[in-house]
């Protein structure tokens, strides 16, 4: 067997812009805007249908001591729903697990199993859980989640089985330091930076460093593409997400 050509025709099948629905997992309110905006955006754009799972409730992203955290989350959620009907996302579900909380893995997992089977996505976007340094918890613990029921949406034996079992095609993890796949975004670049400006909670004291990462990130992923800006992606067939030693090298 020529594991090149085994592995170039099944990843072949998996031309990113080219499914009908995508789901996006986001461990906080506004990383799935950071990694992704600009493609949910032309997504969006193309008629797909771009749905957005925020499974933390962001209850910790505040740095003034005197603010209640139930009140840290609603500004959130506002900020959140806001930034999304920027980028065109057709619904969006707020998964409520406390953010930083002890919620274990396969928590996560059976409600985006459920979600899957309802949703239908072709393609799940969420986090690089493997990025090299990373030791947020919810970033670990959510990528790892949703790569999971990416799996084993598909499989009948595997509750919740009240719901049809959905197969997804593939995974596409944003904020990766290994990314295979680039998107072309010169269009929607500006819609990300609007998305990204309403988390106002998040990023008015910094917004001249975020931006300025932002605009670097995506140039520089525009060189490898041939274009002026672009997002970067490590895009796996969920085939190859168990005993498959060779997607390293993907
Ligand atoms: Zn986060």
Not at 59 to 68: A, F, T
Not at 72 to 80: D, M, N, P, S
Not at 180 to 196: G, P, Q
């Amino acid at each position: 067997m020529d594991i090149t050509e085994f592995v170039g025709k099944v990843s072949e099948d998996i031309k990113l812009l080219e499914h009908e629905r995508y789901l996006f997992v986001s461990p906080h309110p506004d990383d799935a805007e950071i990694g992704c905006g600009a493609t949910m955006k032309k997504l969006a754009g193309l008629g797909k249908e771009v749905y957005l799972a925020v499974v933390t409730d962001g209850r910790k992203g505040y740095s003034d001591p005197s603010m209640q955290e139930e009140k840290v989350v609603e500004i959130r959620k506002q900020e959140q729903l806001r930034a999304a009907r920027i980028l065109g996302v057709k619904e969006i579900f707020f998964l409520g697990f406390e953010d930083l909380g002890d919620y274990r893995i396969s928590d996560v997992r059976e409600k985006l199993i459920a979600l899957m089977r309802r949703v239908k996505p072709d393609v799940v976007f969420t986090v690089d859980p493997y990025l090299k340094y990373e030791v947020h918890p919810d970033h670990i613990k959510v990528g790892l989640a949703a790569m999971q029921a990416s799996l084993f949406s598909g499989f009948p034996s595997i509750p919740p089985k009240d719901i049809e079992p959905h197969p997804v095609k593939a995974v596409a993890l944003y904020l990766t330091s290994s990314p295979n796949t680039f998107v072309c975004v010169d269009a929607e670049h500006e819609s990300k930076l609007a998305a990204l400006k309403e988390h106002k909670s998040q990023f008015s004291q910094m917004w001249e460093m975020i931006e300025g990462y932002v605009d670097y990130k995506s140039r520089e992923y525009g060189k490898v593409q041939g274009c002026k800006r672009a997002e970067g992606f490590k895009v796996l067939p969920t085939l190859f997400l168990h005993v498959f030693p060779d997607a390293d090298e993907l």
